[in-house]
């Protein structure tokens, strides 16, 4: 094989995480998810840097299979960004895979200001149109782009104003405004973000396993319209 073949392959091979940041606005679900994370696990753990790789196993006949293995990366201070969303960076990475090591699943949080919040969205709205979105409790509201391919899901700490919110038809609230930043919190509360990009044909399998799905403090995708049995996101 030529030179310039094997150099091509190898320009299409996913990096690794840590070798430089991750673009998650671009990126196959065909990529091998042990590969992606094979650096970052040999790491030594210390007060600022954690990683695992966990297993389920499902039990069928007494016959003991992996179904799906997740992959966690949590670094404090790294020299650059584990991975970006647009303008947003993030240093704790999850990651779910099946059996074959094939993605399902990506997901991050992040403290964000309301600025850089506001801006993510409009950047995701300008690249895939208007979100779904609903208004949960605690302050969150969750953006849904759902492409043919991929979803992409935003939970950001914010609320929508009042008037806005009566002004609002069906699920989309108006597109030019009426967003604030959550008022029920200490003046030195640092707003949190959420993303999730998932393959909507893993999402049966995904369901089954929400609480491994379950960001860092208990925080997990909004399956709605996808099964008949939606899992609320709190």
Not at 98 to 121: R, T, W
């Amino acid at each position: 094989m030529s030179l310039a073949v094997l150099l091509f392959f190898s320009s299409c091979e996913p990096k690794r995480l840590g070798e430089e940041t991750f673009d998650l606005n671009d990126f196959p679900f065909g990529l091998s998810v042990s590969r992606f994370y094979e650096t970052e696990l040999k790491k030594e753990h210390t007060k600022t840097y954690y990683s695992s790789c966990d297993t389920s196993f499902k039990d069928d006949s007494g016959n003991k299979q992996v179904e799906v293995i997740t992959y966690l990366v949590d670094a404090e201070k790294p020299t650059q960004p584990l991975a970006k969303l647009k303008n947003v960076s993030f240093n704790v990475i999850k990651s779910i895979a099946d059996a074959e090591d094939n993605l399902m699943m990506i997901s991050g949080d992040a403290y964000c200001g309301f600025k850089d919040q506001m801006k993510l969205l409009e950047e995701l709205k300008k690249e895939h149109g208007k979100p779904v979105v609903i208004q949960h409790i605690s302050g969150f509201t969750t953006f849904t782009w759902r492409k043919r391919d991929r979803t992409v899901q935003i939970q950001c700490e914010m609320i929508p104003d009042q008037n806005n919110y009566y002004n609002k038809k069906g699920e989309y609230l108006n597109p030019f405004g009426g967003f604030l930043k959550t008022d029920n919190y200490e003046p030195n509360h640092r707003p949190r973000m959420f993303f999730y990009i998932f393959n909507p044909e893993a999402i049966e399998l995904l369901n089954n396993h929400i609480g491994l799905t379950s960001s860092m403090s208990g925080f997990k995708p909004y399956f709605y319209d996808y099964t008949k049995d939606t899992k609320e996101p709190y």
